[in-house]
């Protein structure tokens, strides 16, 4: 009796980690892609605070304000069930334009501050879910940040500034939920090269 018991206990626990298997939302050779779009664009705030104090002392007129993203774009590749290789890129913008005062003068202005870092990464599942995938992400790559200004003021020299470090880093928890095989939605959260939350579709292959 104690020894059927044993069998059947073991026939079940088989099963039951049989089912965990199938469960997982991924297999080895499985490709991701995300699509997202992030916020707050941090730098867009700073701009705006920084040219409304200096148009309140008359420096500026007309400004007009432009910001994009962070929207970014990752690929995926599972070298096992739990363990992914990929590459995360994702671009931001922030822009000013308007006119520059000096004196009775007004002269055409426009600023810009771009972003872009594509990092390698590395990628931790952890859910045992058919469809439903929560995972942490770590990269490590390059970034170009680079600052312009131009006007047709002659006492205002153009500039082009670019990053004095190329270097990119990030650190990301996100989840994704397949509400089909091969397509879902994705949320994240991170720290480093992108956005402090970001959300949008996923699609598996």
């Known amino acids: ?21 199938k469960a997982q ?4 050779g499985n490709v991701i892609v995300d699509a997202y779009y992030g916020g707050p664009n941090l730098y867009t705030g700073v701009v705006k605070t920084f040219y409304k104090a200096d148009q309140a002392l008359g420096n500026f007129a007309d400004l007009k304000y432009k910001s994009v993203g962070p929207v970014g774009l990752k690929f995926e590749y599972l070298v096992g069930a739990k363990i992914g290789l990929g590459i995360h890129a994702n671009y931001a913008l922030t822009a ?3 006119q520059s005062v000096d004196g009775s003068k007004t002269y055409s202005y426009e ?3 771009s972003r872009l870092r594509i ?19 770590f990269g490590v790559g390059y970034a170009n940040r680079k600052f312009k200004e131009t006007t047709d ?11 004095a470090s190329p270097l990119a880093l990030r650190a990301e928890f996100g989840m994704r939920y397949f509400f ?7 949320f994240l959260v991170g720290v480093g090269g992108g956005p402090l939350a970001g959300g949008g579709l996923s699609f598996k292959f």
Do not use: W
């Open 153 to 163: 003021n002659p006492n205002i020299p153009e500039i082009s500034i670019k990053n």
């Open 111 to 113: 600023a810009s501050y």
């Open 1 to 21: 009796m104690i020894k059927i018991n044993i069998y059947s206990l073991i026939f079940i626990c088989s099963l039951f980690v049989s089912q965990l298997a």
């Open 119 to 137: 990092m390698p990464t590395l990628n931790i599942h952890m859910g045992n879910s058919k469809r439903f995938d929560p995972y942490f992400s």
């Open 96 to 98: 000013v334009e308007g």
């Open 25 to 28: 939302v991924y297999e080895k």
């Open 180 to 186: 089909t095989d091969h397509i879902g939605l994705n």
